[in-house]
């Protein structure tokens, strides 16, 4: 079956503009998170939606948002954006939140903010 | 709160040598440790989980690991490393918080394999 996929692969904008990212993912899973991952900071939760609810929460600003479609796809927006949030953006699926059943990640966007 | 310490940050093995990546957890309950890998430019592939059943756990690819409580440790071991292992590997504590879980990643550990 197909896997968790992400679109776009790569992306470059500009400091001051907004971006939307996809995530597909494995069909029948309900749970869809999003990280970020950068070599300073390492792998860094975003948020988690299950059932288009916002589950739970991690350290980020509000500039940060994410929503759940009632087919499971994921949208993740970043607003005015910074130098520092180049990065690597992981989606990630499960049956079930929660994460005792294991993340399925996709193989991600990759950000450049010049 | 549940936190992950991954001692090395790089391992160097030659191939066909054993391998092993340690991972240090800190956990108020008990807790579910996961070991992921991630290629260059790849995202991340699960390789085993403990979800309080058998202490050592069987993943893909031949690898292991060992819950042990009294150590707070969970070792991610092969027993004869391929040149294909090389990549970055990462210890997971799903947190639980309010009712609620998310993932705590280790600082990864960066595989070399040697021929």
């Known amino acids: 079956k197909a896997g968790v996929t992400q679109t776009p692969r790569y992306l470059i904008k500009t400091r001051g503009q907004q971006v939307t990212l996809s995530c597909s993912p494995i069909?029948?899973?309900?749970?869809v998170s999003w990280y970020q991952q950068t070599p300073g900071q390492g792998l860094q939760f975003l948020f988690e939606?299950?059932?288009?609810?916002?589950?739970n929460k991690g350290n980020f600003p509000g500039r940060f948002s994410g929503r759940q479609f009632s087919n499971s796809r994921s949208e993740m927006n970043v607003s005015t954006l910074e130098l520092g949030d180049s990065a690597l953006y992981l989606c990630?699926?499960?049956?079930?939140?929660?994460?005792?059943?294991?993340?399925?990640f996709g193989s991600g966007t990759r950000l450049t903010v010049v | 709160a549940q936190s992950v310490t991954q001692l090395d940050s790089h391992v160097s093995v030659s191939e066909g040598t054993p391998v092993l990546l340690r991972c240090n957890y800190s956990?108020?309950?008990?807790?579910?440790l996961f070991w992921y890998v991630q290629h260059p430019n790849k995202g991340l592939q699960l390789l085993l989980k403990?979800?309080?059943?058998?202490?050592l756990v069987k993943g893909i690819n031949g690898f292991e690991a060992e819950f042990k409580k009294s150590e707070t440790s969970f070792h991610l071991t092969k027993p004869s490393a391929h040149m294909s292992d090389a990549a970055e590997y990462f210890c997971?504590?799903?947190?639980?918080?309010?009712?609620?879980?998310?993932?705590?990643f280790g600082t990864g550990t960066r595989l070399k394999v040697l021929a």
């Open positions: 956990s108020s309950y008990s807790p579910s």
């Open positions: 997971v504590v799903s947190d639980r918080n309010s009712g609620t879980y998310k993932y705590i």
């Open positions: 990630a699926s499960s049956l079930q939140t929660g994460g005792n059943y294991g993340y399925t």
């Open positions: 069909s029948g899973h309900r749970s």
């Open positions: 939606y299950f059932s288009e609810t916002q589950r």
């Open positions: 403990y979800t309080s059943a058998a202490t």
